[in-house]
């Protein structure tokens, strides 16, 4: 929501239920002194005279005044549109941007299967503030208050501010609840008391404070929400890019809840508002404000490997805050370079230094014995097709790596590429260790100088030529916050599951750049950071697989450039390619079909959710190594 006067738009879907959702919106209008219109959508099927419905949208127009008189809307007038429109989304969202609306008000569609499916392109993809609507049960008692359980995430802010406004509205007590997760150390519960206290001090809201400790913050929302009238929830990251409404867990306790459920989702994630002027997104910032923002970043969030050579020191803090870290290894075809880089990463990082909790390849179909030697070495091999098998498989790195998320049980997720051949565990412990020292810091990419080998000479620069050609001329482009990461495309990374599970994945070689762009505007540039891991010698390949592989990360690049400025670019552009050969005699096309699926976040999946709780059943006792294999075997 705009700090002066927003302006709200409230599509009515359902007659049934338009009593309740204008009660909310004119109680949000009301705290925030906007202004509001009602909007009908009319669906207009593709290749009919729009001219059909002229006497529809009349009609429309006369319910949705027969609705606003009822009601009785003394305090604010509402506007009525309707709109001609292939969907009901594409009405919403073209009356949102003409509207300049700060704030949508619906209806909850999760009750719904065919409006559901209507806006699911909205819920996805908000054009502003969105807020879903679910009225009390006609069962409910006639609890009082409003409760705002604060998370974190993109969105907190404004659950804070719709439920302020409704509670002065409806003249009822504000209670902001946090629940601390019993599973993590008291020094983390600690530090997120305090930023919990300091959002609400700054929020400047009249309101009671709650603060409790819970292993299942899903149950204790219920416990506490029952005892209100209406309990507002803030969207977390693990719907920003998804049409689901709240994430299976939240789901239950939304069912359980029979007074007033509201959900507020941010379209990404902004920065506190505090009664001052809001700050410029970073999109629309002049080009000389983003250059000072990423040199900040670049000097701030930039590290190098022997920072974190002292490995026992990390052991030490990975175990002062209670962590779990786990390393998969994505192979294809690796027999020259596997046995190195496993018994390296074991012997230095389990054995001498028990800095990871364990190591697991994720492989991809090898026919070369990289399979024989990883289990000659005591390491779980796994192939990807056979992780989460109901939900099919695609070729493709990004997949093995999506799957792999699933497969491992650390809280924090380091990946390293198999063809190295200078194999250090500076490729390891340099990406895992900012995650280890700085909170701030959700995902680490690992960088280094790449010589390029020609036939037998081993240049001491070149490598890295899709990055250079490539990768980091578009993100310079279209996303220059991310100007600052010196290789984009590196196959060292680490991250926070919390935040991990929340992003999708492309299942090719875009996968890298997803990550890049999604965490930058789902989390902001400083959840970013990244290692100087030295010199890395690997395998170099050949021109037309680095075309192939640059061709799939533009792909990438413009569908998530499409995604922000609601466009469908992708759909635009041929997913095959042209490409052209020759030895010793003439040219010849070959057709190429190459395109990166889109995996959603993990936390979207059901049986991802089974998992995670089964293994939270067996915290606190002595896991068997062959718990990550039981767990895929069950879910």
């Known amino acids: 929501m705009a700090d002066k006067r927003p302006r709200l738009l409230i599509p009515i879907i359902r007659e049934s239920s338009a009593g309740e959702l204008l009660g909310v919106a004119e109680a949000v209008l009301r705290g925030e002194n906007g202004s509001g219109q009602m909007l009908g959508v009319v669906a207009h099927p593709f290749g009919r005279p729009v001219a059909e419905n002229v006497t529809v949208a009349r009609r429309y127009r006369a319910l949705l005044r027969r609705i606003s008189a009822l009601q009785g809307r003394r305090h604010r007038t509402l506007g009525v549109q309707v709109r001609v429109a292939n969907t009901v989304a594409q009405g919403i969202r073209e009356a949102a941007y003409e509207n300049s609306t700060d704030l949508i008000v619906m209806d909850w569609p999760d009750a719904d299967v065919t409006m559901r499916a209507s806006i699911a392109d909205l819920l996805e993809s908000p054009p502003s503030d969105l807020v879903l ?83 299942n913050p899903s149950e204790a929302i219920i416990a506490e929400g029952q005892k209100y009238g209406a309990v507002v929830l803030g969207a977390y990251a693990e719907v920003s890019r998804t049409h689901v409404v709240v994430g299976s867990r939240l789901a239950r306790a939304v069912d359980a809840l029979h007074g007033y459920v509201i959900l507020t989702k941010s379209p990404q994630a902004l920065p506190a508002i505090s009664d001052s002027e809001a700050p410029t997104p970073l999109m629309l910032r002049r080009p000389q404000d983003i250059s000072a923002v990423v040199d900040r970043w670049f000097a701030e969030n930039t590290f190098h490997s022997r920072e974190f050579r002292d490995v026992r020191r990390l052991v030490e803090l990975k175990r002062r805050q209670g962590l779990t870290i786990s390393l998969a290894l994505p192979t294809l075809n690796e027999a020259s370079t596997i046995r190195e880089v496993v018994t390296v990463m074991k012997t230095s990082l389990m054995q001498r230094h028990p800095l990871l909790d364990e190591i697991v390849v994720v492989d991809s179909g090898s026919d070369d014995g990289t399979i024989d030697i990883v289990r000659s070495l005591g390491v779980p091999v796994y192939q990807h097709p056979q992780i989460l098998s109901e939900l099919g498989a695609f070729r493709g790195k990004g997949e093995a790596l999506w799957k792999s998320l699933y497969q491992v049980r650390g809280d924090i997720v380091a990946w390293c590429d198999t063809d190295i051949s200078n194999i250090h565990p500076q490729f390891v412990y340099g990406t ?204």
């Open 133 to 215: 609507v679910r009225a009390a049960q006609p069962d409910s008692a006639a609890a009082l208050g409003v409760l705002v359980p604060v998370r974190g995430g993109p969105s907190a802010q404004l659950a804070l501010r719709v439920a302020a406004a409704i509670a002065a509205a409806w003249r009822q007590s504000l209670t902001v609840l946090h629940v601390r997760d019993g599973r993590h150390s008291p020094d983390r519960r600690e530090r997120e008391s305090h930023q919990f206290r300091q959002l609400v001090r700054e929020s400047g809201h009249d309101c009671q404070v709650v603060e409790v400790d819970s292993r």
């Open 432 to 635: 895992v260790g900012p995650l280890l020292t700085d909170p701030r810091i959700g995902y680490v990419k690992g960088f280094y100088r790449r010589p390029l080998q020609f036939g037998g000479e081993l240049r001491t620069a070149g490598g890295g030529r899709v990055t250079e050609l490539a990768a980091r001329p578009l993100l310079n482009l279209f996303y220059p916050e991310l100007s600052g990461v010196v290789q984009p495309l590196s196959g060292e990374y680490a991250g926070r599951r919390e935040v991990l599970e929340r992003l999708p994945f492309f299942t090719g070689y875009g996968v890298e750049v997803g990550h890049l762009i999604d965490l930058l505007e789902n989390f902001g540039l400083n959840t970013i950071a990244q290692t100087d891991l030295g010199v890395r010698i690997h395998r170099n390949q050949e021109l037309l697989n680095l075309s192939k592989m640059a061709f799939a990360i533009m792909q990438v690049a413009l569908k998530r450039l499409g995604d922000r400025h609601r466009m469908h670019l992708v759909e635009e552009v041929n997913r095959s390619m042209k490409l052209i050969h020759y030895a010793n005699g003439p040219f010849f096309l070959e057709v190429v079909e190459i395109a990166d699926h889109e995996r959603p976040p993990m936390a979207s999946i059901p049986e991802y959710e089974h998992s995670r709780r089964l293994l939270e059943l067996l915290a606190g006792a002595e896991a068997e190594p062959s718990v990550t294999a039981l767990v895929g075997q069950t879910s």
